[in-house]
């Protein structure tokens, strides 16, 4: 069993940053990768970022891959996602996710909204 709680969510203008910290506890250990996706108002969840969890390997939808960087602190099994330059366009919902042999693990979500 995997729990993942996610923080860092919040209002920002457009321009701005935010950092979203998720943290696995539990039965962590055989995850390969751990990432976000997003759901905005409307519309169907996206995937937004991942990373594998002991190369390193990442990726990213095109919209966010010039402007929001995933990294991960392997010791605290904590993923990372900065979000710079934010635009309207990204408010969305945030969950975070650690894929396990057979299982993909889910956090709560966490709400960010990008003001004009």
């Known amino acids: 069993q995997v729990q993942l709680v996610e923080s860092g969510g919040g209002l920002v203008q457009a321009g701005g940053a935010l950092r979203l910290s998720c943290a696995a506890s539990?039965?962590?250990?055989?995850?390969?990768?751990m990432g976000w996706f997003r759901q905005a108002p409307g519309k169907e969840r996206e995937f937004v970022a991942d990373i594998s969890w002991t190369s390193g390997w990442t990726s990213y939808v095109d919209s966010v891959k010039d402007r929001f960087t995933i990294s991960r602190d392997y010791a605290k099994n904590t993923v990372y996602l900065q979000m710079n330059s934010l635009k309207p366009e990204d408010t969305a919902v945030y969950y975070c996710?650690?894929?396990?042999?057979?299982?993909?693990?889910w956090g709560q979500g966490t709400q960010v909204t990008v003001s004009s």
């Open positions: 996710y650690a894929d396990l042999p057979g299982r993909r693990y």
């Open positions: 539990g039965r962590t250990s055989g995850t390969y990768a």
